[in-house]
């Protein structure tokens, strides 16, 4: 009954590479997230949809495009894995009005 | 544009000793400022929320407007509050952005 769950938790590919983390939350949140955290621990807000609809993308590369089939799922693909977005990538839901983020276990992504 | 400024990367105490985790932030409009931890390898979790004025895990903060200040405080560590402390801010429609953390260290 986990409320925001990432799959996988470690995912580890070659340079060059496509791949996909998924995200989905069972509280009826009406907005999701990405973040980034970096090897500093750094944590960057990479997009955020409410209701199906992009409503920020900060200055991420393009390599990156967020999905979002359902209000309950945002998926994440990345195209073109550079060794640079080695991180662990977390996914967060929240209410609009309630500011409260859940966040999810996280994905350790590595690029080799 | 809203920034939260964690001036402290790493802090070390010793058990039994009282903790402060220092916070300021600018901000452009009514933000609602958080205290979030995260222990080894897991995920983030809500510590503290300034509206809820709660104390968990002993841990209190008081937001002071006249300073643009949220620090976290709490007047004995233990070895289990070992973790990586993030002050948020949320303010209208933008999302949480978080300061660069602190790294707690209690000491045995």
């Known amino acids: 009954d986990t409320a925001v769950s990432q799959t996988p938790k470690y995912l580890v590919t070659q340079m060059g590479n496509d791949k996909s983390i998924k995200c989905e939350q069972n509280l009826g949140h009406d907005t999701m997230y990405w973040y980034k955290q970096d090897s500093k621990k750094f944590l960057k807000i990479m997009f955020s949809?409410?209701?199906?609809?992009?409503?920020i993308n900060e200055t991420v590369p393009n390599r990156f495009s967020p999905k979002s089939p359902d209000k309950a799922h945002l998926n994440l693909h990345i195209n073109s894995l550079e060794l640079g977005d080695s991180a662990v990538y977390f996914c967060?839901?929240?209410?609009?009005?309630?500011?409260?983020?859940?966040f999810g276990s996280g994905t350790r992504l590595t690029v080799v | 544009a809203q920034r939260v400024t964690q001036p402290e990367k790493l802090l070390s105490v010793f058990k039994g000793a009282p903790v402060e985790l220092k916070c300021n932030y600018s901000y452009s409009g009514s933000p609602e400022l958080f205290w979030y931890v995260q222990y080894s390898r897991q995920r983030l979790q809500l510590l503290l929320r300034h509206i809820s004025r709660e104390s968990i895990k002993g841990f209190t903060a008081d937001l002071n407007k006249g300073e643009t200040s949220f620090h976290l405080k709490k007047p004995f560590a233990q070895e289990e509050d070992s973790a990586m402390y993030y002050c948020?801010?949320?303010?209208?429609?933008?999302?949480?952005?978080f300061g660069k953390g602190t790294r707690l260290s209690v000491i045995a």
């Open positions: 949809y409410n209701n199906k609809e992009l409503i």
């Open positions: 948020a801010l949320v303010s209208g429609n933008t999302p949480l952005v």
């Open positions: 967060a839901s929240s209410q609009r009005g309630a500011n409260g983020y859940t």
